[in-house]
């Protein structure tokens, strides 16, 4: 089966996660690869006890935007010149632990 996908993500030692990348190729890019590869990832860092998760994408890409913000992702900063070609980027953050269920109190 040829991989259609993949993620790179880390518990950082400050206790956030950090979705380093997150790539489908085109051929397989609104099947839901890419959804269930970001809650593994964040299944994985809520196991590591990450409250948040946070990511960096370039300003101009509005695929990625609208896909973190499907899944609670929150611009929180911009960093000037993020990328080799003098490109900015967003940072984007999650809270993990709001993701819990709702605890079932007595009526």
Do not use: W
């Amino acid at each position: 089966m040829p991989i259609l996908g993949f993620i790179v993500a880390e518990a950082g030692s400050r206790g956030s996660g950090h979705v380093i990348t997150i790539d489908v190729v085109p051929s397989a890019r609104g099947l839901g690869i890419g959804s269930r590869l970001i809650r593994a990832a964040e299944d994985r860092l809520r196991a590591a006890n990450c409250p948040t998760v946070v990511l960096e994408t370039a300003v101009n890409n509005r695929v990625a935007l609208s896909f973190y913000r499907a899944h609670d992702y929150h611009i929180v900063k911009t960093i000037p010149r993020y990328y080799s070609d003098g490109l900015d980027a967003l940072v984007l953050r999650k809270d993990l632990l709001s993701q819990c269920e709702p605890a079932k109190l007595p009526k």
